[in-house]
């Protein structure tokens, strides 16, 4: 197979109402395809695959053209197709992605959502209520469509009328619920599912700083946060707002395979900054008292910070200075979140 043949989708332009949100249908996160009424040419579970999707010209398999998403056989019937979608967390919702990329002679002509609250079941047909009427689509292209409902959602239907192909699916907004505790007690402060977001960064050219948040340890360096080798004096950076605010106790760098491009030491801010513009957080950051001062770090490697985190009590945001550069797996701030 030509690789050079081999075409990636664009990524989405997100809008203002995405840009403090998670995307809960990653199965990084947790979140699974369980059902579907047909995934004839392309199975479901690629519907929500991270990556963007990808065209390879002349692929074919058993049943037809491969292509990289979810795709159902042509309805000769009456109905429509659909798939259910367990999210990560149950969540508020903000917005959805519909992405047909390379789906052209066999996009759906329109879709629609539907939501299960948390708590009832989604095998009854009662359980679900609509989050999105039916709405045009267009083919090879990313539909990001806001959402107004107050309800937290634990399973959505895509409704594809009446029948074709969808690329990926995005489900973006804020898991609810009470986060996650360790067995001492402390809470991730920083973890996507528990909230965190990153807000900006100077750098991300080899891996989304997004990466940082995720669970578990990465596969590969594909699935952390790397900069691009530094020419110039200074050192890269990322701000991550915690998913509540609270007051940080430990911290974790995990660098799991990185090798030769590890930094070569870190050190992390903090602020108590609610509510402020990204353009303000940056801004602001360069002076945020000092969390972790800079300390050595190893290749591929868990390192544990106790004792020489300073006690700043309750923040907001954090930033995470590599010095000169590299690429880092993994964060976790653990503490303890702060009483309301």
């Given at each position: 197979?030509?690789?050079?043949?081999i075409l990636t989708a664009p990524a989405a332009e997100l809008p203002a109402w995405a840009a403090q949100q998670i995307n809960l249908a990653?199965?990084?996160?947790?979140?699974?395809?369980?059902?579907c009424s047909d995934d004839f040419f392309a199975p479901m579970a690629r519907l929500l695959q991270p990556q963007p999707a990808i065209f390879v010209p002349g692929k074919y398999d058993a049943n037809g053209k491969w292509m990289d998403g979810w795709e159902s056989r042509r309805k000769r019937g009456p109905g429509h197709d659909w798939c259910v979608v367990r999210l990560a967390r149950p969540a508020c919702l903000a917005g959805v992605d519909i992405d047909t990329s390379f789906f052209t002679g066999n996009y759906p002509p329109a879709a629609a959502l539907d939501g299960c609250p948390e708590g009832r079941d989604p095998a009854l047909a009662e359980s679900w209520l609509p989050l999105l009427p039916p709405t045009p689509l267009g083919g090879n292209q990313h539909h990001l469509i806001a959402l107004a409902s107050p309800l937290c959602i634990s399973h959505v239907r895509l409704n594809i009328l009446p029948d074709g192909g969808v690329a990926r699916l995005r489900v973006y907004g804020r898991p609810a619920g009470a986060p996650t505790l360790a067995?001492?007690?402390?809470?991730?402060?920083?973890?996507?599912?528990?909230?965190?977001y990153p807000v900006a960064w100077n750098d991300a050219h080899f891996g989304a700083a997004s990466n940082l948040l995720l669970p578990g340890r990465g596969a590969d360096i594909g699935e952390g946060w790397e900069t691009r080798r530094r020419r110039e004096?200074?050192?890269?950076?990322c701000i991550i707002a915690l998913g509540q605010p609270g007051t940080i106790r430990r911290i974790e760098i995990d660098t799991a395979h990185f090798k030769g491009n590890f930094?070569?030491?870190?050190s992390l801010q903090a602020g108590h900054a609610p509510g402020?513009?990204?353009?303000?957080?940056?801004?602001?950051?360069?002076?945020?008292?000092?969390?972790?001062?800079e300390m050595k770090?190893?290749?591929?490697?868990?390192?544990?910070?106790?004792?020489?985190?300073?006690?700043?009590?309750?923040?907001?945001?954090?930033?995470?200075?590599?010095?000169?550069d590299g690429g880092v797996s993994r964060l976790r701030l653990w503490g303890e979140v702060a009483r309301r």
């Open positions: 197979m030509d690789q050079s043949a990653d199965p990084r996160l947790g979140a699974e395809t369980v059902a067995g001492d007690g402390l809470v991730d402060l920083a973890a996507a599912l528990n909230g965190g004096p200074g050192f890269d950076w930094p070569d030491r870190c402020q513009s990204e353009q303000a957080l940056v801004a602001q950051a360069q002076f945020w008292p000092t969390l972790l001062p770090l190893q290749a591929d490697h868990i390192h544990v910070f106790r004792d020489d985190v300073a006690a700043l009590g309750h923040v907001t945001h954090v930033r995470l200075n590599l010095h000169p």
